[in-house]
RNA sequence: GGCGGGAUAGCCAAGGGGCAAGGCAAGGCUCUGCAAAAGCCUUAUACGUGGGUUCGAGUCCCACUCCCGCCUCCA
């Protein structure tokens, strides 16, 4: 890869089209994208877009483009304060251990870590500078200790998410606060309450209001006009639109952003998860029950724009279906590596075009990098850039059903399929092990000695069926094979010996 | 009330003027001691409803019904 012409198309929201990709520094990409507020434990819902944005930069890597990602840590706020109080300990060291759950939660999700996670404790100086350049420019005015910001002095308000200031006056639920001048305008600054965190201001000591964070940590580490900018749907009203309205007040030099990314919510019941309905699972249960490929299988199989459904049914489809690639991508490996048990791992010099030209199968594998990389391009298509792993993995299941001798160009052809789907399903993706040997059990986080020894007692098991098989003693063979379907066991006779893995579902 | 998105097979889900991807489920067959896995085949003349534009409409336009999100903290 590494050819950039310009193919990649992406949604943005500001226009809500499809616009050509091209960022604002020949050869490399900024993103910035919100993070969590750190005040509980992170849900699937979070997860979702870490895992897509994951994704994202991931392609634009192998795309050849130099990427720098950049993702806050919102750590003041109302609600870390009001944990805080509740449980009598200082709010950032809420924030502190909940950030670090989501890390740890994100790293057991294959997240790639970010290059910079700005904190907004840490960048008050940042943030005290930018409501007082807005404050100078008239875009922003002091009552009582606060600093508000004056939407009525931003013309473009309303860009993003097609709100209009007079409709929203309409709109039962703006109120005008105390000392607000138009029921739209917000806080940049708060004025210090007794009991919560403030810092010293030319207002007077408070914090910072929700939205400034973001406009002051993205322009400085990435700068005005940076690439993407990325968030939920949810964000896009008032969150969005208001780091729009302060940051091109602010620089008086507009795009902000080039590109807004927006992913869709993952819902229960048609409803959106979220901590306040109670309706949400978290990572970390999540986990306890599948493997982390799974879960990214699971959201990368919608397209990211739309809302995903998260229950039981979807759930076990999914699970079946994303078996089916993983078991094609064992046993390509398999019976590679009895083949030709000396070849390293990931070759890359069985893609090259023209190998393996005479085995149909390298028209496949051709075939399928290029329609992966159509679907990526075409907004991030990732439900059809799997769908053409579930093509490919036909065509080398079929392969190996047909009993050709894996030499030659077909043994090629077939190692190039195992680069592919390495390079596409792991490396890319992530929705396929690395280690395609890996065996899956019901609580991969589990305690290791116990997992050692109940495999110990299955293969022993396994051995003990084997001996009544070659004796031809099938009602004991059976009995073993049921004992095990009982404890959720899958045993598989194959021509190479028994195989098992856990049920998954 | 305002803004935005959506309705595609039994289920999930791409597509978005020219023969309807993929997955799950279901049925038949092959392989197998039997299974499982895998393969092959079958499964959308009705793409929410009614109009319209067009040689041609899931795809564009209008109206309607229902669903969801945002407008309060939210990924």
Known sequence: MGDRSESLRVTNTLTRQKEVFIPRDEGRVSIYTCGVTPYDESHLGHARPAVFFDVVRRYLASRGW????????TDVDDKIIARAQREGIPALEISRRYADEYLAAMDALGVRRADVYPKVSEHIPVIIEMVARLVEKGHAYVSGGDVYFAVESFPGYGKLSGQRLEEMMAGARVEVGEGKRHPADFALWKAARPGEPSWQSPWGPGRPGWHIECSAMSLHYLGNHFDIHGGGLD???PHHENEIAQSEAYT?????????LHNGLVTTRAEKMSKS????????????????EFIRYLLLS????????????????????????????????RRLETVMPSLPQA????????????SPLAGVVRQTRENFRRAMDDDWNTPVAISTLFELTRSVNSLLHSGAELAGDTLTALAAARDLMRELGVELLG?????????????????????????????????????????RDFVQADRIRDALGACGIVVEDTPAGPRWRFRGD
């Open 66 to 73: 130099q990427v720098r990602y950049v993702q806050n840590f």
């Open 235 to 237: 964000l896009v009203f």
């Open 277 to 292: 309905l109670g309706n949400f699972i978290t990572v970390r249960a999540l986990l306890k029950e599948y493997p982390a």
């Open 431 to 471: 929705i396929l092990p690395a280690d395609p040997h890996r065996a899956f059990g019901a609580s991969a986080a589990g305690g290791t000695d116990d997992t050692a020894i109940t495999t110990r007692l299955i293969e022993l098991l396994l051995e003990v069926r084997e001996d009544a098989r070659r004796r």
């Open 252 to 260: 008086g030099d507009a795009p902000f952003v080039r590109y807004w």
């Open 302 to 333: 919608v397209h990211y724009r739309s809302p995903l459904e998260f229950g039981a049914d979807a759930l076990a489809a999914a699970r079946r279906g994303w078996e089916r690639l993983l078991l094609g991508w064992q046993e390509l490996n």
């Open 347 to 358: 070759t890359g010099a069985a893609t090259g075009p023209g190998i393996g030209a005479t």
